[in-house]
């Protein structure tokens, strides 16, 4: 099978960066012909030289994936949602490029039961946390030959909403830590870490959502418990304006370490320095974290918050924060995790056992190759009622200037 691969890549600053140099060499069965951004406009004319068996979409809400939007309507094919809520890029690319009326549009097709000046909310900036209920997949759903999600409920969920759409769960695989034996001490003595201190550790971007500022403050109400409790957060933080200040005021500034991005190669190295990790994502976008996975696949204990889409994890995998009482459980479980050596070790060696019985990139792979073969024999959709800058070509300049001259040109063919 020929495929098309449409995703970020290292050295791009991107989980899904990782994930698909990971996994594109277990798909060796395969031709496959990668499309990170800067490549996409050779996409065209080899899919109209020769066409691809499959197109293959890994899309998510970070501004890597924006350049996809121009293809995935007019080229359907396998669509691999990393977040089941995408209001947040389609609102920040549209109105970034002071596209109002195709934002405006686009929001009235995804969501027609919806008020239709909600949109104006976005448009004049407002937008926030109104993104989390209007998830703006309709055109993606519609479009798709196949949907892939990671999360059977939230594939149910889906079924639900899109019940004439295919959609397949492929499990999410991350690779066994590479982590030389001197890491954790070396690690330690690099960011003045105590030996015998307990290590809390957050990876991936610094967020507000990764509940970074309820982490601080359970630190400082261990620290007042006389807890030798620190935290490590490991992932760049430019975009947390106020996390110093947030530090500050949970009087626990002497217990942070920051480390700014970190290669994903020294990321284990960094695990191994942890004693437990901290996993936590409210609002959500109903991803599912390779963070997460990455602790358990390091032998970690974690705690992660208790969301709908995470019901099915086994309790005894992971400590669970209730957003009902978010404050006190999760003291309560870096709490424990901080006293207890034996069940945090019990804790560490379930997560890990259930990773390399779920998540490892070889079961990743075989839910893929199973995916492709299913998505390229499934016939491409072809929706009649697309917003308007789906569906235009753009030429339209192009071809008037042409028919000055009486002549054509090829690529320019409506097909």
């Keep these: 099978m020929t495929i098309a691969w449409f995703s970020p890549l290292p050295p791009s600053r991107s989980g899904i960066a990782a994930y698909s140099a990971e996994l594109l060499p277990r798909l060796s069965g395969h031709v496959i012909d990668v499309y990170p951004e800067h490549a996409a406009h050779d996409f065209v004319w080899r899919m109209r030289r020769d066409p ?20 995935l309507a007019r080229y359907p094919g396998l669509v691999v949602l990393h977040d089941a809520r995408l209001h947040h890029a389609r609102a920040r690319q549209l109105l970034d490029d002071r ?75 991350v690779p066994a830590p590479a982590i030389a034996p001197d890491a954790a001490a070396r690690i330690r003595r690099a960011y003045a870490l105590p030996d015998k201190a307990i290590v809390f550790a957050a990876f991936g971007k610094v967020t507000a959502e990764k509940r970074i500022g309820p982490i601080l403050d359970a ?78 696949a390091a032998g970690r204990a974690t705690v992660i918050t208790d969301l709908a ?23 309560a479980a870096m709490r424990r995790l901080a006293s207890d050596a034996a069940f945090r070790s019990a804790l560490a060696r379930a997560g890990y056992d259930f990773w390399r ?10 839910d893929y190759r199973r995916v492709l073969t299913l998505a390229s024999t499934r016939p491409a959709p072809n929706p009649k009622d697309l917003p308007e800058h789906f569906t235009t070509d753009y030429s339209e300049r192009a071809r008037a200037i042409v028919e000055h001259f009486d002549t054509s040109v090829d690529v320019l063919k409506r097909s």
Excluded: K
């Design 52 to 71: 691809y068996d499959l197109v293959v979409y890994q899309l998510g809400n970070a501004r890597y994936h924006d350049y996809m939007w121009a293809y």
């Design 99 to 173: 596209r109002f009326d195709d934002y405006r549009r686009e929001f009235r097709y995804d969501h027609p039961g919806a008020r239709p000046d909600i949109a104006e909310y976005a448009v004049e900036g407002l937008g926030g946390s109104i993104y989390y209920f209007w998830p703006m997949l309709r055109v993606v759903m519609r479009t798709a030959r196949t949907v892939a999600v990671h999360n059977g409920r939230v594939a149910d969920e889906l079924r639900e909403a899109f019940p004439d759409v295919p959609i397949e769960t492929i499990r999410m695989g």
């Design 219 to 296: 630190l400082g109400m261990l620290r007042r418990e006389a807890s030798d409790a620190y935290l490590l957060l490991v992932g760049e933080a430019d975009g947390y304006s106020s996390l110093r200040d947030e530090i500050d005021r949970a009087g626990v500034a002497d217990r942070v370490r920051v480390t700014g991005y970190v290669d994903d190669g020294a990321v284990g190295e960094h695990l191994a320095a942890a004693d437990a990790c901290l996993c936590l994502r409210w609002p959500t976008a109903q991803e599912t974290s390779a963070a997460w996975l990455r602790c358990l």
């Design 309 to 331: 889409h995470l019901v099915d994890i086994p309790p005894t995998l992971a400590l669970r924060v209730d957003l009902w009482d978010e404050e006190s459980s999760l003291v």
């Design 357 to 366: 019985a779920n998540h490892t990139l070889e079961a990743m792979a075989d």
